[in-house]
Nanobody, 124 residues
Framework: QVQLVESGGGLVQAGGSLRLSCAAS????????MGWFRQAPGKEREFVAG????????NYADSVKGRFTISRDNAKNTVYLQMNRLKPEDTAVYYC?????????????????WGQGTQVTVSS
């Protein structure tokens, strides 16, 4: 069982930045591809970014490409999401998730472990 704990959410003005962190309890953290998802009120959970086990490969939703950067530190069992040039439409609860695969995928059903989420609110 892998426990994931997100942190770093908050309230920020449009154009600002936030850095989310997700700490994993599992010492074999590097055995998992990791993903960030978000869910806005009344909407389905959607893929934001994913990163491979080694950190060499990352992919992004078109809506965040060029603004968000996912990274990981396997020595610290932590994955990050740097969010720049935030927009009001980025407002959502952000979740990190772990997938037993090697490469990041975009479908929620592929991920086996989820964090509890952290709220990000972007004011206009």
């Amino acid at each position: 069982q892998v426990q994931l704990v997100e942190s770093g959410g908050g309230l920020v003005q449009a154009g600002g930045s936030l850095r989310l962190s997700c700490a994993a309890s599992e010492r074999t953290f590097s055995n998992y591809a990791m993903g960030w998802f978000r869910q806005a009120p009344g909407k389905e959970r959607e893929f934001v970014a994913g990163i491979s086990r080694s950190g060499a490969i990352a992919n992004y939703a078109d809506s965040v490409k060029g603004r968000f950067t996912i990274s990981r530190d396997n020595a610290k069992n932590t994955v990050y999401l740097q969010m720049n040039r935030l927009k009001p439409e980025d407002t959502a609860v952000y979740y990190c998730a772990a997938d037993r695969g090697v490469f990041p995928v975009t479908t929620t059903t592929s991920y086996v472990y989820w964090g509890q989420g952290t709220q990000v609110t972007v004011s206009s």
